[in-house]
């Protein structure tokens, strides 16, 4: 017997999945309370490190449908979504994502538009390193520094003030600067 069952995802404990979650029923899904996993995870995480997603998957049966609003509720990026996907094909599952249509990312059309939404995500990604390489070519090219600066006003400033026998966390809080940051330059001469 064919199951429905939802995954809804937030970045941030100051997001919500209620959007997500109207939508579905807004497209006349009538998801069960028990059948809906709901998480907050950084969408960095790849979804197979997900915890609330693996218990979801752990839970699915062949012939089983999961649905998503957006195709990043399921991975990172367009290669880990598409990864998760056929993963979810393997076994059986279905995958319905309302943001396209409704398109069942397991079908033949669903396939298709992954293939492009992939070729669309690492096209943006080559043109976003290419602009930024650009760029650097550039600044070097008209004389500017590239990095981090240097702090030598907070290294002079912490070996005053090391010199007057401060403790670290006093060095610290006098200039307004992490511990790590006063860590890093303690030693230097």
């Not at 997603?53 to 609003?69: N, P, T």
């Amino acid at each position: 017997m064919s199951r429905t069952q939802l995954y809804a995802r937030v970045s941030t404990s100051n997001q919500f999945t209620e959007n997500q979650l109207q939508e579905v029923r807004a497209e006349g899904f009538d998801v069960q309370a028990g059948r809906v996993v709901e998480e907050t995870i950084s969408g960095i995480i790849a979804s197979s490190e997900c915890p609330g997603f693996q218990k979801l998957i752990d839970r699915m049966e062949s012939g089983d449908m999961l649905i998503v609003a957006k195709p990043d509720r399921l991975g990172r990026n367009a290669m880990d979504v598409g990864q998760t996907v056929a993963r979810l094909a393997e076994g059986g599952i279905r995958v319905h994502c309302l943001a396209l249509g409704g398109v069942d990312l397991t079908s033949a059309a669903g396939k298709m538009t992954m293939q492009v939404l992939g070729a669309v995500a690492e096209f943006e990604r080559d043109l976003l390193i290419e602009r930024t390489q650009q760029g650097l070519t550039r600044a070097k090219a008209e004389g500017k520094k590239l990095g981090q600066p240097e702090a030598t006003d907070t290294a002079a400033s912490l070996q005053r003030l090391k010199a007057r026998d401060m403790t670290q966390a006093q060095v610290a809080a006098e200039l307004g600067i992490g511990i790590a940051t006063v860590k890093r330059h303690w030693n230097k001469v």
